[in-house]
């Protein structure tokens, strides 16, 4: 199994502009996950997905828009890109919320300029 | 409001030495709570976790000790080897159907040969 993988790893968008970040997972997991790190900030939730059709916003979702067509494939979308969106980007899933591991990709890191 | 804090921000110890991160958290509703470890340019991964039921839990050289009187757990690090040297961020989460998962900000441990 592959776990769970994200495209591009880096990438620089200019201001304004938009993207869409991958995420794919093999584990046939129902929830997935999106989070942004910054430095000395730990992980923050931009939007989770409960199942294929279901997405919900995090704690930070302001910028950002997502969609869940498959069990698999959880793309998040920027639009407009700023500056405050420079980050490192994770995509995460698990079996389940409460009490489970979440299995983590291994990153985008997003630079806005 | 942040609901789960670390001590110390960043953490330096010489080799065999033992590593001791603490965590601190405010919601009593938690009840399952996970330290993750990050290495550079990687995602988080689960290292050990811990329910409220138990005091303690080992595995291997890393122990989960647990306080919920004082709404505390900690993280150590026996025998400290530069392998180990990476961000570990804490984490808790409560059962429920909005349940999420609250990361602390992580702290950088550093083990010098």
């Known amino acids: 199994n592959a776990g769970v993988t994200q495209t591009p790893k880096f990438r620089i968008l200019k201001i304004g502009q938009s993207m869409t970040l991958q995420c794919t997972q093999d584990m046939n997991h129902n929830y997935m996950y999106w989070y942004r790190q910054d430095p000395g900030m730990g992980l923050k939730l931009i939007y989770y997905?409960?199942?294929?059709?279901?997405?919900d916003k995090g704690e930070v979702p302001n910028g950002y828009n997502v969609s869940r067509s498959t069990t698999e494939d959880f793309p998040l979308r920027l639009e407009l890109a700023a500056p405050s969106q420079t980050s490192v980007y994770f995509c995460?899933?698990?079996?389940?919320?409460?009490?489970?591991?979440?299995?983590f990709g291994p990153g985008t890191r997003l630079t806005v300029t | 409001q942040q609901q789960v804090k670390q001590s110390p921000q960043s953490l330096i110890v010489q080799k065999g030495g033992i590593s001791i991160i603490n965590c601190a958290y405010e919601?009593?509703?938690?009840?399952?709570f996970p330290w993750y470890q990050q290495f550079p340019g990687k995602g988080p991964a689960l290292l050990i976790a811990i329910r409220p039921d138990v005091s303690e839990k080992k595995e291997g050289r890393f122990t989960i000790s647990f306080n919920k009187s004082a709404k505390q757990f900690s993280l150590h690090i026996m025998d400290s080897q530069p392998g180990d040297s990476a961000t570990y961020f804490c984490?808790?989460?409560?059962?429920?159907?909005?349940?999420?998962?609250?990361f602390g900000k992580g702290i950088t441990l550093s083990v010098r040969p």
């Open positions: 995460a899933s698990s079996y389940f919320v409460h009490g489970y591991e979440q299995y």
């Open positions: 997905s409960v199942g294929a059709g279901i997405t």
């Open positions: 919601n009593t509703a938690f009840d399952y």
């Open positions: 984490a808790a989460s409560s059962a429920g159907a909005n349940s999420k998962l609250t």
